[in-house]
């Protein structure tokens, strides 16, 4: 500005707003150097009304200074971005000034000045935005391998906003991404001074104006404060241009930049970018793809290795729910099963729900998606529970998604079973696709299940021939069998054992006093106080008659006589219907106890000396345990006889 008051005698000062003095001198309008700071409110009133009315248009004003001296002040056009530029002046008060210009000729240099000021600020202005735009472009080419590498499709849009933010001075910007199923469109994440609010924003579509809205290459610019307001954006937003992001027949995401004007050549840059972002997303999207049908194709191959290690089957049916659920990603889930012919459907198996309120829940034949499926015998899937023509009912609470996948499991051309998923974890209705799928875990089930069913035969069966018909316990042949596993067992180990043998004092009498009826209700009764009384590891069996055995591993014979004791207390306690009529009032048990090894060392010899020591606690009057010793063995058999004062104790060794 020097040479241009040599020239012409002014004083030149050129203001910023904000920001203060760019260039000249505030002594220009009477002001010490430190009186205009960046912020423009706290400028002297005269200022700040004469910088607005030389903003408000395009010319040069005159003003007169408070002092009287007069002023001229105009605005200064840039090519580029920024603060509004103010260039104002005076005469000068040193040489080379001859005389003091009039007003005519004072608007006139001021003219001449701002001409000047602009031409050079427009050529600068130039060079500045080919170099930002030429800056710009590098830096999005250099950001697209980054973001082809960033961890998540959000960390993508969090860095593209970050970008975008940086290089065009955006006040907010957001991602929009298409909701599940349909044309509407979510925030999913945000940045500036409107985050917040954008946040929780969503758009449909339909909506007058946004048809466009996700075709490819599509700018939409909105700048009516009415269809703004409709939209539900926050208050403060004047202009909305939104570029959808991709190409394709349509695209899932877009770009919202907020409250920035855009010239010609930012959009197209920017349109340009948003394109090449919904390609680095998509191939992110199909990326995944592959690598889920990757693993979907790895899990319907091991799906059998899978269901047949499980033969229980409730084992089975929580393990075909769950690969189910892991192949179409659904977040809820259940298996039925029809119970007892009766036309209802009982849950077995379940994902996602409370465990007690479907242990309560029925579906009859023909109800709801499940009852459907199980009349029909077909698959069905829904994409809308509340719009489809076959259901058409309002989608419950607890599902968070309104489609549902249900298909049968047959066995023999009977359906043994109905799968349902529900709540995609991506929220997306489920398709033919997962359909396909879930036909191939069906036919993998189908036979789990018929494996798992001739199991459960052949164990049943196996039951029946090692346990007693009327007491449930097991039978002399699998003792005797258990036995030899347990000796050998202990031989092996070094492990002591114990052997009770116990038979019901004079159960003869009973049955012949209360018939057998009674007699048969007596022996049930006993093995449940006898199944109440062991532990895991023993086995108790039914010997033959009225007489019981229970196999004690690891346990030594001073043990076995507690736990026969505690037994026989309880088998006294007992109320048996009738016992009135028995010797004593009471129905009651006798024991004996052998010990391996040292009262014998196979299982002949063990049965023989437990037995001799029952028949001790026969003849010596009954409702006791005795433990095998030397002596024993010369006793004769018990006698029949009425028990005698001694009875209703233990012999301790």
Not at 95 to 122: D, I, K, Y
Not at 175 to 197: D, I, Q, Y
Not at 493 to 514: E, Q, S, V
Request: proline residues 6%.
């Amino acid at each position: 500005m020097v040479p241009f008051r040599a020239a012409t005698g002014l004083d030149l000062v050129l203001l910023a707003e904000p920001g203060g003095v760019v260039a000249g001198s505030p002594a220009v309008l009477g002001l010490s150097p430190d009186a205009l700071g960046r912020d423009p409110q706290r400028w002297p009133p005269f200022l700040r009304k004469m910088i607005k009315q030389a903003q408000a248009g395009d010319e040069t004003l005159l003003f007169r200074h408070p002092s009287g001296a007069l002023l001229f002040a105009g605005p200064v056009k840039m090519t580029t971005r920024g603060p509004a530029l103010t260039l104002a002046g005076a005469a000068g008060k040193a040489p080379p000034r001859a005389e003091e210009p009039s007003p005519r000729r004072l608007l006139e240099l001021g003219n001449l000045a701002r001409l000047c000021l602009e031409a050079l600020t427009g050529a600068h202005g130039a060079r500045s935005e080919a170099t930002a735009q030429r800056i710009r472009v590098l830096t999005l080419f250099d950001l697209l391998p980054d973001l082809a590498r960033a961890g998540s499709p959000l960390e993508v849009w969090g860095l593209a906003l970050s970008t975008l933010g940086v290089l065009f001075d955006v006040e907010s910007a957001a991602f929009l991404h298409r909701e599940p199923g349909g044309g509407s469109f979510r925030v999913r994440t945000a940045l500036g001074v409107h985050e917040a609010s954008l946040l929780s924003w969503s758009v449909s579509g339909d909506e007058p104006g946004l048809e466009s809205l996700g075709t490819p290459g599509a700018v939409i610019r909105l700048d009516d404060p009415h269809v703004i307001g409709k939209l539900g954006l926050p208050e403060d937003v004047e202009r909305v241009t939104l570029f959808s992001a991709g190409l394709g027949d349509r695209t899932t995401d877009v770009l919202l930049v907020a409250n920035r004007a855009l010239d010609e050549d930012e959009e197209a840059l920017i349109r340009g970018f948003a394109t090449q972002l919904g390609l680095v997303l998509e191939n992110r999207r199909l990326q995944e793809e592959a690598g889920r049908r990757r693993s979907q194709m790895e899990a319907v191959r091991s799906l059998s290795h899978r269901f047949l290690g499980n033969l229980e089957p409730d084992d089975l049916y929580r393990a075909i729910l769950e690969e189910a659920r892991k192949l179409t990603g659904a977040r809820k889930g259940s298996l039925m099963v029809p119970v007892n012919g009766n036309g209802e459907l009982r849950i077995r198996a379940v994902a996602g729900m409370s465990g007690r309120v479907v242990d309560r829940l029925r579906v009859r034949s023909g109800d709801n998606v499940a009852g459907h499926v199980y009349a029909t015998g077909e698959p069905v899937l829904v994409e809308d529970i509340e719009r489809d023509p076959r259901f058409r009912r309002k989608n419950r609470p607890r599902y968070e998604t309104k489609s549902f996948l249900s298909l049968p499991i047959r066995r023999n051309g009977g359906i043994v079973g109905v799968l349902n998923l529900s709540d995609k974890s991506t929220g997306d209705p489920f398709c033919a696709e997962d359909l396909d799928l879930l036909e191939t875990v069906a036919s993998q089930a189908t036979l789990a299940i018929e494996r798992s069913a001739y199991y459960a035969q052949s164990r049943e069966l196996r039951k029946i021939s090692i346990t007693d018909p009327l007491t449930g316990l097991l039978n002399r042949r699998y003792f005797q069998e258990r036995l030899t596993e347990e000796v050998d067992r202990a031989s092996r180990h070094g492990h002591p054992l114990a052997l009770i043998m116990m038979d019901i004092d004079h159960f003869k009498l009973y049955n012949d006093t209360n018939g057998h009826p009674a007699g048969d209700k007596a022996l049930v009764l006993l093995g449940r106080v006898l199944r109440a009384s062991i532990r895991t590891i023993d086995v108790v069996s039914r010997f033959g008659g009225e007489e019981f055995a229970i196999i004690l591993p690891e346990t030594r014979k001073r043990e076995a006589l507690e736990i026969g004791e505690r037994i026989r207390r309880e088998v006294e306690s007992l109320y048996f219907p009738g016992e009135e009529t028995q010797p004593g009032g009471r129905l009651t048990v006798s024991m004996g106890v052998a010990g391996y090894p040292e009262d014998a060392r196979d299982i002949k010899g063990l049965i023989q000396k437990a037995d001799r020591a029952l028949y001790v606690a026969k003849a010596r009057g009954r409702n006791r345990i005795e433990a095998f010793t030397p002596s024993s063995a010369s006793l004769s058999s018990p006698s029949r006889e009425e028990p005698d004062e001694t009875s209703g104790w233990t012999r301790v060794l």
